[in-house]
């Protein structure tokens, strides 16, 4: 299973490290190295981005050469893994659907 991990990260100066930080978390638990798009440019429209996680998402996927067959798309500004890869793999599964999403 080929994961591609996509995360938009747009915002101010200092948003570097909180990007650090989320691809920390994805490697101390196991998870493939995430593909960050918009880093160093401000967020477009609204706080929360506009399009960026929405239909940005679908665009990034189409320039994105991976050719993953499962996609974790999440924002790296909200995220922090905090278990192993497998796991989070495994309940993904239990769902017996092609697309989970979750939200707070």
Known sequence: MKVLILSPCYGPPGTEAIAKRFIY???HFGFPEPYL????????????????QGTWVVEELRNNPSNADTVIACDCADVLFSGPFNDMLEK??????GFVIGAD
């Open 92 to 97: 993904f599964k239990a769902f017996n659907s």
């Open 25 to 27: 978390s994805a490697k």
């Open 37 to 52: 798009y918009g880093l160093g440019r401000l967020s477009p429209g609204s706080p929360h981005g506009g399009d960026m």
